[in-house]
């Protein structure tokens, strides 16, 4: 659930613009190191996004919690699946600009 709404000076046209161009981008990509749209429903106040379930958490979850099991050979397949979907998405011209282990992907 994203709550939206006229924040920090954005008119309602411009985060209503920005969401819209969201869910064309979401709803564009498909990446098996991506999580998927699924469905999704716009309220006055709020989108509700429906999203490909990830059992292991986000990758700040897997970090924290099995700190242990993360061995320099999980840790480079891990960071080559990331690559790999950033480039996925330059090569259609998209920029994510908040990549962090706390972005939602799927492993």
């Not at 716009?42 to 099991?69: M, N, W």
């Amino acid at each position: 659930v994203c709550e939206h709404g006229p924040r920090g000076g954005a008119s309602e046209e411009r985060v209503e613009m920005s969401l819209k161009r969201e869910l064309e981008i979401m709803q564009s990509i498909h990446h098996p190191s991506l999580v998927n749209l699924k469905a999704w429903s716009i309220e006055p106040t709020r989108a509700i996004l429906v999203l490909s379930y990830c059992p292991g958490g986000d990758l700040f979850d897997i970090a924290t919690a099995h700190r242990s099991l993360l061995k320099p050979a999980l840790m480079r397949r891990m960071f080559a699946e990331v690559v790999g979907a950033v480039g996925y998405l330059h090569e259609r011209r998209i920029v994510h600009r908040d990549i962090k282990l706390e972005s939602k992907s799927r492993l």
